[in-house]
């Protein structure tokens, strides 16, 4: 098991994302409730957030709810809603306190009104905070937010405002929800699943990417430490050759 003092803090990733995964199955293996495995993943969510700080990372995304998960069962949907108004009451003092800005992507539109309401108030509130940037991505779908950005684009065209010749990936990136946030240098999904799951499909191009067994409501600091350990023994050569990589640096 890693420490800080084993990490090197000047290779910290400056963003992190994380696919949050397992609570339902975490739950089942204790004989509970779908919603007793959400309801321990925020304690998780706690976590990470104070590791990610103690870390020095600048951002930090959160899966939160997919435009999928609509199809889950009312009750799982509802209590899910009704967890995320009551973390948000529960920490925005303290997430405020600790310098932590929150931001959203997503249609937060979609969500019930009290969620929407909720998140705009503790989003209004931390606005000015420098600590750590984190991003939960609610009611999102990658895709959709590509089609959007396909359509703001031929709209910019249409407007005479943009040509072909000049969309790059830059001034495409620039049309994303993510615009003003750095790409992930490191995804974690827990709870063994193999797989992106229409989650920041532009983004993770060249993001490195760790799956883990552990069940999320288990992720924890040290789970999280380890994971930086890892990312920390990987090469990125973004299409170089190891050769070229040690030369730059």
């Not at 529960?90 to 019930?112: F, K």
Request: proline share 2%; with cysteine.
């Amino acid at each position: 098991m890693s420490t800080i003092n084993n990490l090197d803090l000047q290779n910290i990733p400056r963003h992190v994302a994380f696919i949050m995964d397992g609570n339902g199955r975490w739950a089942k293996n204790k004989g509970q409730h779908r919603l007793f495995g959400h309801a321990a993943g925020v304690e998780s969510v706690k976590s990470v957030i104070q590791t990610a700080r103690e870390l020095g990372i600048s951002y930090l995304t959160l899966y939160a709810f997919s435009t999928e998960n609509w199809a889950r069962p009312s009750d799982e949907v509802e209590g899910l809603m009704n967890l995320l108004v009551d973390a948000i009451a529960n920490e925005v003092d303290e997430m405020h306190a600790n310098g932590v800005r929150l931001l959203t992507i997503g249609d937060i539109q979609g969500l019930p009104g009290n969620c929407h309401e909720s998140l705009l108030s503790a989003m209004n509130r931390t606005k000015d905070n420098t600590a750590l940037t984190l991003i939960l991505a609610l009611n999102y779908s990658a895709r959709q937010e590509i089609i959007k950005a396909a359509l703001a684009a031929h709209q910019l065209m249409q407007d005479a405002q943009l040509s072909s010749t000049d969309l790059s990936e830059q001034v495409f990136s620039s049309l994303l929800q993510t615009k003003d946030i750095p790409d992930p240098e490191l995804l974690i999904r827990t709870s063994g699943e193999c797989r992106i799951s229409n989650f920041l499909l532009w983004q993770l191009s060249y993001t490195e990417l760790l799956f883990t067994d552990t069940h999320w409501p288990d992720f924890r600091r040290e789970a999280f430490i380890d994971a930086i350990a890892n990312f920390q023994k990987r090469e990125r050569r973004f299409g170089m050759v190891s050769e070229q990589i040690q030369t730059t640096k």
